[in-house]
């Protein structure tokens, strides 16, 4: 079927280590996809997270309409920051361990495919959540956060799990950061409603999933305006696991111990500093402030039937 193709100039911005080397890998593949199908796209290639931002937002500069990831999650969080703002539209081609981001905008997970949603789809304004972090400093991202357990988790996954596979680094990265650091004197405010006690963790999410799958919201929507929060009390190991498992599969945890809320705004406050994340990314310590940022950018996604 033939679609209406883009003319806007694209720069992709490489990740080369995204995925253990899938990105890097991948990117000869994309670029000919585009010289087939007369797309105009220039490649460059990161070394770091803060090069992704900077080369994103220097490309918005220079006159490029669509800055677009060739990486994972934390790639695309990048060039979301180097974007947002702008007149520019962000675009993901995923190649990443978990691509959690790209299941929340129905892109699908091969980066030939993800490009034709490039090429062929639509600029779709998705939310964002803006957070205040304890340097005062305002940080946002797209996909799913919070802070304690799950964030320590993502740090280690991102550091002394890096290597092992997809979803274990983030099993893994969970089951020692409860060794490490357990529960959080946590003060919660949400919207009108207030949460006080021990908690592992408390995630702020934008979309349904994080950590290469786990469903920590799976009613939460990318461009419904709401952030979906659940604050999870202390737990044992033993359930924990199994809420995990519970997460993976469905999502659908029914602790006493776990609760959900739907707000605008929540405010975090710990006694002692907590580690926050979003998109996998460490953005800082709370005390923290989130806001949802209603159709704060414009991100290329498929149009109706173009992901089958």
Not at 141 to 157: C, E, P, S, T, V
Not at 188 to 207: M, Q
């Amino acid at each position: 079927m033939n679609r209406a193709r883009t003319k806007t100039k694209t720069l992709v911005i490489v990740n080369p280590a995204s995925g253990g080397g899938r990105a890097a890998r991948a990117e000869p593949r994309v670029a000919s996809y585009f010289v087939a199908q007369g797309a105009q796209a220039d490649f460059v290639r990161s070394v770091s997270g803060d090069d992704i931002r900077e080369k994103a937002s220097r490309a918005v500069a220079e006159g490029y309409r669509c800055v677009a990831a060739l990486g994972g999650d934390g790639a695309f969080h990048h060039v979301v920051e180097g974007v947002r703002g702008t007149s520019a539209t962000a675009a993901f081609l995923p190649a990443g361990n978990g691509n959690d981001i790209a299941a929340a905008l129905g892109i699908p997970t091969d980066p030939i495919a993800a490009a034709e949603v490039l090429l062929g789809g639509h600029a779709r304004a998705v939310d964002l959540i803006g957070v205040r972090l304890a340097s005062g400093t305002t940080a946002h991202y797209i996909g799913a956060g919070g802070l304690g357990l799950d964030a320590a988790a993502a740090y280690l996954a991102n550091t002394r799990f890096k290597a092992w596979p997809g979803l274990t680094r983030y099993v893994a990265g969970a089951v020692e950061a409860v060794r490490l650091e357990p529960t959080l004197a946590l003060e919660a405010e949400l919207d009108d409603e207030r949460w006080n006690g021990e908690a592992l963790f408390a995630a702020v999410a934008n979309g349904p999933r994080y950590g290469a799958g786990i469903r920590i919201a799976p009613e939460a929507k990318i461009d419904d305006g709401w952030m979906d929060v659940l604050i999870v009390g202390k737990l044992p190991i033993a359930r924990l696991v199994e809420g995990l498992a519970t997460l993976i599969a469905t999502g659908d945890v029914r602790f006493p111990e776990v609760r959900r809320y739907r707000c605008k705004r929540a405010a975090m406050r710990t006694v002692v500093p907590a580690k926050v994340h979003g998109d996998g990314e460490l953005l800082g310590e709370s005390p923290a402030k989130f806001e949802i940022v209603p159709g704060a950018i414009r991100v290329m996604a498929p149009r109706l039937g173009q992901q089958d």
